[in-house]
């Protein structure tokens, strides 16, 4: 069965530092893998996706099979970053195309 | 944007009642729903996966007879908590993916809160 491991749940850095929010996965087939974010009081809403290779909000997250990680990346964190971040790995099942996420980072990003 | 609407954003009922939660799409064709239920501090767990017009896809240990779901329509799922107890209070989640679309189809309701007293 895939799996989704988050090691950190909480991640403090300072505003302008760089942040690494780390993922691995487990995974027998091609995996599909997502950030998806969820500020204080809002809604779940993708971040980015492997497969489209874009950078949004100044994150970036690359797909190593070899080391089978995802991890997400920022240069120069914000304020404004300070939320919950999910990876999750889709798989097909049948019909459905269901998401695993892992147990979630609270990134707090400090003045 | 594709929205999805979750409805009610909390409730609150006696042990032994039963609670209904409504997920629609607002403005798209969902032809799979997701439900899933995040405890404190933990990840999403899903629960079930529900087809337009087809019985629900349960996961291992989810009692479908205890969480009933229901996905009449393209814009509409619901999931009914039969018999509530104590143990059922958690945050439940719906997801909708577009009809035709990729992974990133994906949209989130704002949960739900439910206790059970």
């Known amino acids: 069965a895939q799996r989704v491991t988050q090691p950190e749940k909480l991640l403090s850095v300072f505003k302008g530092a760089p942040v690494e929010l780390k993922c691995n996965y487990s995974y027998s087939g091609s995996p599909e893998l997502f950030w998806y974010v969820q500020y204080s009081r809002q809604r779940l809403q993708l971040l980015l996706r492997?497969?489209s290779r874009e950078s949004i909000k100044g994150f970036t997250a690359d797909l190593n099979k070899g080391e089978t990680s995802f991890h997400l990346k920022k240069p120069f964190a914000q304020e404004e970053d300070s939320a919950m971040y999910y990876c999750?790995?889709?798989?097909?099942?049948?019909?459905?195309?269901?998401?695993?996420f892992g147990s979630g980072t609270q990134l707090t990003v400090l003045p | 944007g594709a929205v999805v609407s979750q409805h009610p954003s909390w409730v609150i009922c006696k042990s032994g009642t039963s609670v209904k939660i409504e997920c629609r799409s607002l403005?798209?064709?969902?032809?799979?729903m997701f439900w899933y239920r995040q405890f404190p501090k933990q990840s999403l767990m899903l629960m079930a996966t529900?087809?337009?017009?087809?019985?629900?896809?349960?996961e291992q240990g989810v009692e479908k007879d205890k969480f009933l779901i229901n996905h009449a329509s393209l814009t509409l799922s619901t999931l009914t908590v039969t018999s509530a107890h104590p143990e059922d209070s958690s945050f439940y989640i719906c997801?909708?993916?577009?009809?035709?679309?990729?992974?990133?189809?994906?949209?989130f309701g704002s949960g739900t809160r439910l206790t059970v007293v």
């Open positions: 529900s087809n337009e017009g087809s019985k629900a896809t349960y």
């Open positions: 997801s909708a993916t577009l009809s035709g679309q990729g992974g990133y189809g994906y949209t």
């Open positions: 403005d798209f064709q969902a032809t799979t």
């Open positions: 492997h497969i």
């Open positions: 999750a790995l889709r798989v097909s099942s049948g019909s459905a195309r269901q998401l695993t």
